[in-house]
């Protein structure tokens, strides 16, 4: 099992997935210059937001599992925006946590890959609650193998991961 703390955030920006960011989250359909400007002004002041990335992995038989969070604090942020009656603020940081979370998985499957000598395309990562995967509960399975526990994550009674913004996934050479 290997832990990974302290993922430099110019790691992880250049790997956010602007076109889900921008049409998915944001919902900024044609309007990509406005979507690139908001995310500028964003990243300049990530440092109010207390990330905490981290990532845990371990490699299992034929698969690797892995597991990344951004932590709390990002979300905590964003609720004192919303607390605030700043909804603008608070809708694009949550889109932002999401895509960071996101990115932040990229990395670790990228990173995994060339620790393990795999290429990257040769490579496919599925996650519980995905049409994939459909099985949420097998959150559950993935958090005992990982011992999510070691970066700050646990789950829910509803299998969510807690905190929101964490994902799970199985890297599987194709």
Same mark, same amino acid.
Request: glycine share 8%.
């Given at each position: 099992?290997q832990?990974?703390?302290?993922?430099?955030?110019?790691?992880?920006f250049? !790997?956010?997935?602007?076109?889900?960011?921008?049409l998915? !989250?944001?919902?900024? %359909?044609?309007?990509?210059?406005?979507?690139?400007?908001?995310?500028?002004?964003l990243?300049?002041?990530?440092?109010?937001?207390?990330l905490?990335?981290?990532?845990i992995?371990?490699?299992?038989g034929?698969?690797?599992?892995l597991?990344?969070?951004?932590? &709390?604090?990002?979300?905590?942020f964003?609720?004192?925006?919303?607390?605030?009656?700043e909804?603008?603020?608070?809708?694009?940081?949550?889109? *932002?946590?999401?895509? *960071?979370?996101?990115? !932040?998985?990229?990395?670790?499957?990228?990173?995994? @890959?060339?620790?393990?000598?795999? &290429?990257?395309?040769?490579t496919?990562?599925?996650?519980?609650?995905?049409?994939?995967?459909?099985?949420?509960?097998?959150?559950?399975?993935?958090?005992? +193998?990982?011992? *999510? %526990?070691k970066?700050?994550? =646990?789950?829910?009674?509803? @299998?969510? *991961?807690?905190?929101?913004?964490? =994902?799970?996934?199985?890297? +599987?050479?194709?």
């Amino acid at each position: 099992m290997q832990i990974i703390k302290n993922v430099p955030p110019k790691n992880i920006f250049p !790997l956010i997935n602007k076109k889900w960011l921008f049409l998915g !989250l944001w919902k900024l %359909k044609g309007r990509k210059a406005e979507g690139e400007k908001i995310l500028s002004g964003l990243l300049k002041r990530s440092g109010e937001f207390g990330l905490e990335p981290k990532i845990i992995y371990v490699s299992y038989g034929e698969f690797i599992l892995l597991a990344a969070t951004i932590g &709390k604090k990002m979300k905590s942020f964003a609720d004192k925006k919303y607390r605030a009656g700043e909804y603008a603020d608070y809708f694009y940081i949550t889109g *932002l946590a999401s895509a *960071l979370a996101e990115a !932040l998985t990229e990395y670790g499957h990228k990173l995994i @890959c060339k620790r393990f000598g795999y &290429k990257y395309l040769k490579t496919i990562r599925i996650s519980p609650g995905y049409p994939s995967w459909p099985d949420l509960k097998d959150q559950r399975k993935i958090a005992r +193998v990982l011992n *999510l %526990k070691k970066i700050g994550v =646990t789950v829910s009674k509803s @299998c969510q *991961l807690v905190p929101e913004y964490s =994902t799970t996934s199985v890297i +599987v050479r194709i």
